[in-house]
């Protein structure tokens, strides 16, 4: 599969099986060809979405004096992240060219769950825009359900036992990341965000119309989505590959903004419950030869290996690796 089909998911939710049926294999050939699909048919109105939009953008105006005093910290990956800290593996030592703002699934300080992983906590809200906390959890919690949707979708296509995957998803490390691309110049060297496969098992992103996401082929060039005005880009990550057995595709993607404009992007991860070990549910296609993942484990080194002077250890899973 060479282009990136856009599904009406619409059907998911009707008691029709003919027309469900039908969608759960488009689905599944997408996610198993390309591992990339624009959705529409979510419910979610692009109202909502152009809120959040408004609402990240006046995240990444507050002054930088107090960005810094809400930026992550090795305790606590929530809040800031600076312009230029992540810089990819690949040698290159060229910092990816965006800031953001880290969410984690909102948990209450006295939650019961905080005693067994303490990635679990409440999220830092930035203090200058007072309607972020609920503008961005109602959306949350709308992709939740898209997620869900998608989810028993690929159950069906795979044919495991219903709630095998959705299931997993009670209590998430689910999370997002607020991100803002400044314009590149046209000859600038690097990246939005270097090529990179996501770790987690799914990925929902309401595309800005600035454009710039871009997805890698089989055969190894690289496309856009062509995403219709309220519609979402999709993709698999690694830990449903992993379930699937490679069956489902983990692509690699890349950002690049030589737009001349502000980019804002706002994508949700999708990533089960802590005590979760993905390994895969069905025997693994020829040449696919994965650890399983604990995704408390995993979580924690992604976000302490994110730290520049933090090196991965042998038992970390090599989640998001690009294997050339």
């Not at 030589?258 to 070990?277: M, Q, T």
Request: charged share 20%; proline share 10%.
């Amino acid at each position: 599969m060479q282009t990136i089909p856009t599904i009406d998911i619409s059907p998911l939710g009707t008691p029709n099986h003919h027309e469900r049926d039908a969608v759960v294999r488009q689905i599944l050939d997408a996610c198993t060809g390309i591992g990339f699909l624009s959705i529409t048919g979510t419910g979610i109105a692009p109202e909502t979405v152009e809120t959040v939009r408004r609402t990240v953008r006046e995240i990444f105006a507050v002054d930088e004096a107090s960005k810094w005093d809400q930026a992550i910290t090795r305790d606590n990956y929530r809040g800031y992240i600076p312009m230029g800290f992540f810089t990819p593996n690949d040698g290159s030592g060229t910092a990816d060219k965006y800031e953001g703002y880290k969410l984690h699934h909102e948990v209450a300080p006295d939650a019961p769950i905080r005693t067994a992983c303490p990635l679990y906590g409440p999220n830092l809200w930035p203090r200058e825009v007072p309607g972020a906390r609920e503008v961005v959890l109602s959306y949350w919690a709308q992709l939740d359900t898209v997620a869900d949707q998608l989810l028993g979708a690929l159950e069906g296509g795979l044919e495991i036992a219903p709630g095998t995957l959705r299931d997993a998803f009670s209590d998430p490390l689910t999370n997002m990341t607020l991100l803002h691309y400044p314009p590149q110049a046209p000859d600038e060297a690097g990246f939005g965000i270097h090529p990179h496969k996501d770790t987690d098992a799914l990925t929902i992103i309401a595309p800005d119309p600035v454009g710039g996401l871009e997805v890698q082929t089989r055969n190894g060039g690289w496309i856009t989505p062509d995403c219709p005005p309220g519609g979402f880009v999709v993709n698999i990550g690694d830990m449903l590959e992993l379930w699937s057995g490679g069956r489902l595709k983990s692509t690699p993607h890349r950002v690049v903004n030589r737009s001349g404009r502000e980019r804002y992007s706002f994508p949700y991860f999708a990533v089960p419950r802590h005590d979760v070990v993905v390994e895969p549910l069905l025997s693994p296609i020829p040449g696919f030869d994965r650890p399983p993942v604990h995704c408390g484990h995993w979580s924690a080194e992604i976000w302490r290996t994110n730290w520049p002077d933090e090196q991965a250890g042998a038992d970390t899973p090599e989640l998001g690796t690009l294997h050339i």
